[in-house]
């Protein structure tokens, strides 16, 4: 295979200026489209009972609608001047979808870790739903729109930068690169964060199958049992099941049959030492488990596994569905949506989970399997200084640019389209200021829906509330 040279590629990265200007980035797009209607097509097949959660889960602020409404900024980026430099982008690289977990070598790392919306797509999608969820972030924390302005500009520059660095990488260094908790350490700017990475690092190590397994199951006659807890957690045969009898959910022969059959078609997506790793497992208990904001009402199940030795092992079993850019731009993606999710996860993450795989199940519905917890950590970024912010937006900016550098092979070319200069990231500041103000738009037109019952949206606590005696 013949392959450019650096000059070659460095000047395709500076073409790609020709029909997308870098000033153009401060355009958001087409917003003439009822966000209610687009919200209501991304709910459609989803769990009925838990569509209300998923709004009233988005109800709670601007930022929150944010995170669940990845429909609407895929839709109006479509619109938009891009660089034709694509290839597959996580497609929801949010702030809050950044965070550490462990390697299968058991090394703290830092990196994206949702990928539901993992698709070919521009590389600059990611970077612009990255900075416009810390402007809709910060003003939802009430932080001076100056700091708001240095807290995008820190993220941007950061991409830049280590686009640059990666650009200079050799193919391997750039696969092997790994952003580590010990890292992010020595490169953090003040005593603050080096606080709260350390203790970061000390809640992660704590956050393992063990850990979780008193909290969420009982021991029964010698079996695991996981404890219901609606409307986040049931079973979906039993009394606390949201999922409607039509669904054909009951615990039958026939169900556990067709799921038996889908577990074995997972195995198959695995590597040899994984299937006999995960052979020494035996399967006590299956659970439907809510989680996240976007992802409410999609079908997704913890399976409890016990070793010989009585140590658990919690499996995710995860829908995927269409992923909202694939709607909107046309790339070269599996037709299977959870072989789609793990291909992407393994080429974006500098290391994956040792259990990554996918699988059809019962009426057709297309999963994949990941780990439930394994030394995972998200931000707590409410609870954060301006300061602190603006760090971790930072180590956001550096992580999107290692994933974007080594799925894509093409960080010259990136590199050379961003320049040195400051064009990039100032238009990406107006962007991420202009698209919060539409969010916040969007937000009180969903409100609206919600209030005059157009659309239904209950908390998680008016739904539990529901099972209580």
């Known amino acids: 295979m013949e392959t450019q040279t650096l000059s070659e590629r460095q000047a395709a990265g500076r073409d790609a200026r020709q029909h997308a200007k870098r000033s153009l980035h401060a355009m958001i797009g087409n917003t003439e489209r009822d966000p209610v209607h687009l919200l209501k097509e991304n709910s459609a097949g989803r769990v009925d009972a838990l569509v209300p959660l998923r709004y009233g889960r988005m109800s709670v602020s601007p930022f929150t609608f944010y995170r669940g409404s990845a429909i609407l900024q895929a839709h109006d980026l479509s619109s938009t001047a891009n660089t034709g430099i694509t290839f597959p982008v996580c497609g929801d690289a949010h702030l809050m979808n950044f965070g550490g977990f462990a390697t299968p070598e058991r090394q703290l790392v830092f990196d994206l870790n949702d990928f539901d919306e993992v698709a070919h797509g521009p590389w600059e999608w990611d970077v612009k739903r990255l900075a416009a969820s810390f402007a809709v972030a910060g003003e939802h924390m009430g932080i001076h729109r100056g700091s708001i302005e240095d807290i995008v500009s820190t993220a941007i520059h950061e991409y830049r930068e280590r686009m640059h660095h990666y650009a200079e990488c050799s193919a391997l260094e750039l696969w092997h690169d790994i952003v580590t908790f010990e890292r992010m350490m020595d490169t953090a700017a003040t005593a603050e964060g080096r606080q709260m990475i350390s203790r970061a690092m000390e809640k992660a190590a704590g956050r393992t199958h063990e850990s979780v397994l008193g909290k969420m199951a009982a021991l029964h006659d010698g079996r695991w049992i996981i404890q219901d807890a609606p409307p986040a957690l049931f079973h979906p045969g039993g009394p606390n099941s949201l999922l409607g009898k039509d669904q054909k959910w009951s615990d039958t022969d026939e169900w556990k049959g067709k799921l038996a059959n889908a577990f074995d078609a997972y195995l198959q997506t695995l590597s040899s030492e994984r299937r006999q790793l995960i052979g020494q497992f035996e399967l006590h208990d299956i659970a439907f488990k809510v989680v996240g904001v976007g992802s409410v009402g999609t079908f997704c199940l913890v399976m409890l596994m016990v070793d010989s030795h009585g140590k658990p092992l919690f499996l995710q079993v995860k829908e995927a569905r269409q992923s909202v850019i694939a709607r909107f731009f046309k790339g070269n993606d599996p037709e299977h949506q959870g072989e789609r999710v793990v291909t992407g996860q393994r080429l974006l993450q500098a ?24 030394m995972k950590v998200s931000a707590e970024v409410e609870r954060m200084s301006g300061t602190i912010l603006q760090g971790y937006a930072r180590i956001c900016g550096w992580a999107l640019a290692r994933a974007h550098a080594k799925a894509s092979g093409k960080a010259v070319e990136i590199a050379a389209y961003l320049g040195s200069g400051d064009r990039f990231a100032d238009a990406l500041v107006q962007y991420a200021f202009a698209y919060a103000e539409q969010n916040q738009k969007d937000y009180d037109a969903f409100m609206r829906a919600c209030r005059t019952g157009k659309l239904e949206a209950r908390s998680d606590e008016d739904m539990a509330a529901d099972f209580r005696v």
């Open 351 to 374: 290391a994956s989970d040792s259990f990554l795989g996918w699988t059809t199940g019962p009426a057709g519905r297309q999963f994949y399997f990941r780990q439930l917890r394994d």
